[in-house]
């Protein structure tokens, strides 16, 4: 069978971005079979006892409860399961000050099915023929942003400004506001914060200066906020998410130990729930309704937000330091490297300034000593400008034990001392 593909057709089995690189990973490990490699690849978060005992009471509890057959046997509301919706805005109210009623929020089966919608709702072609963008206003950011446009061309990311401290070997990415240009045809604005790769968190100021550059235009501010507090909480440094107006506030519970269930949750005003609604109507009727219900007894237990504080965020920021202090340590001290600073999520991410080879050799390289992290070019989706930084940097995932990853940085600044070693002779 060799099925005609549509346009979109071809575009959506395409393997684009880090999935192409995944694919790698997954045959390097299998043709190693034997080969003992530190994998520090993935995204998928480690299963944390702690959190796994959570979703089996709230799941015990389930079965127990008259409601289980609700649950299970039975369509439900497109907009999603009632007393998740209400468990999170009376959390929400609470914890932020806020006035939200069920329709300021949507459930989605997983965020990234969330983007899909707002990126298609509200970016490419308009029925007058105008392209509405879909704007990345900082580069690098979630790879997964790169599949989700219908209309790939509406996509455009925006290179950052660099704040480094060559000192400390530090650096930090802020949006560029001399560049960033959100207009009348923009259609929506999405970052993540913390961000995936880098572990950047955009501060208030930036975000609040982002959300009102697109207000005069009613443009939706999607703020991927999968790492964000209150859960899973995976924020390493201080921030307050940021709501009302334009913005709305997108969450994930798949690094809060859900990601097998799927759970994505928009809040917002009540203009673009429905919108995203209509469209989630059309594409699946509604999530699946297990998980909401579980997540609906974490919420209202106050459990879910406790468990994050006390265990997720902790055990993932131990990670981070266990890797910066072996960099630290391990880094010849005149090689120009660079870490981002680690404000949140569950990734490192290291610029490896004038590296004389690109980041997919890099990586190949690092893969003959036993060690898999993903090269930086795949999370710049968008950003059609060429850019030597781009084929600077990699995304260390810290889902490692602490004696992998301090094993696996100390192999890496080999790598590095002996690649930079021709250039330094040259030069
Ligand atoms: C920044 C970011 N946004 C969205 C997603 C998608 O998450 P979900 O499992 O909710 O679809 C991920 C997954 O890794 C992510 O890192």
């Known amino acids: ?29 299998k043709a190693g079979a ?18 796994e005992q959570l979703w089996r009471d709230c799941t015990a509890e389930l079965l127990a409860s008259s409601e289980y057959g609700e649950v299970v046997c039975r369509y439900g509301s497109s907009q999603g399961y009632a007393p998740l919706i209400e468990a999170i805005a009376h959390d929400f109210n ?25 990126a298609n709702a509200f970016g490419g072609y308009t029925s007058n023929g105008d392209i509405k963008q879909i704007v990345l206003p900082l580069s690098p950011d979630y790879t997964g942003y790169g599949g989700v446009c219908l209309e790939p061309e509406a996509l455009i990311a925006y290179k950052p400004t660099l704040d480094i401290d060559v000192e400390a070997h530090r650096f930090k990415y802020r949006p560029d506001f001399s560049q960033l240009s959100i207009t009348e045809s923009t259609g929506c604005v999405i970052f993540s914060r913390p961000c995936n790769p880098t572990g950047n968190v955009l501060t208030q100021d930036e975000v609040k200066k982002i959300a009102a550059l697109a207000a005069p235009h009613d443009i939706p501010v999607l703020i991927d906020s999968a ?8 924020n ?33 005003d009540e203009s673009m729930i429905q919108a995203l609604e209509c469209f989630q109507t059309n594409l699946c009727i509604h999530p699946s309704r297990y998980g909401q219900a579980i997540a609906a007894s974490a919420i209202n237990s106050g459990a879910l937000a406790q468990i994050a504080e006390a265990v997720i965020r902790p055990f993932y920021q131990k990670k981070f330091s266990v890797l910066e202090n072996t ?28 590296l004389p080879i690109t980041d997919w050799e890099f990586y190949q390289e690092l893969k003959q000593v036993g060690v898999i992290v993903v090269p930086g070019s795949s999370f710049f989706p968008g ?25 696996a940085m100390q192999r890496l600044a080999q790598v590095a001392a002996q690649v930079y070693q021709p250039a330094v002779v040259n030069a």
């Open 94 to 118: 609470n914890r932020y000050g806020l006035n939200l009623s069920d329709r300021n929020i949507l459930i989605t089966p997983g965020s990234q099915s969330l983007y899909f919608y707002a």
């Open 327 to 354: 960099l630290d340590a391990a880094m010849p001290e005149d090689l120009p490297w660079f870490l981002h600073r680690g404000e949140g999520a569950i990734f490192a991410w290291l610029w490896l300034q004038d």
């Open 227 to 234: 790492y964000a507090p209150p859960f899973p909480a995976l």
């Open 383 to 407: 950003l059609r400008e060429q850019w030597q930084h781009k084929h600077q940097c990699l995304r260390i995932s810290l889902t490692g034990s602490d004696e992998e990853i301090a094993i």
């Open 236 to 268: 390493f440094t201080e921030m307050t998410p940021v709501f009302g107006g334009n913005i709305l506030h997108c969450m994930s519970l798949s690094k809060a130990g859900l990601p097998g269930e799927r759970i994505g949750i928009a809040i917002g």
């Open 1 to 29: 069978m060799n099925p005609a593909l549509t346009k979109i057709g071809a575009q959506m089995s395409n393997l684009t971005g880090v999935r192409a690189i995944m694919k790698d990973i997954i045959e390097t490990l």
């Open 34 to 51: 034997g080969q003992e490699f530190i994998n520090l690849s993935a995204g998928n978060p480690l299963i944390l006892p702690e959190v």
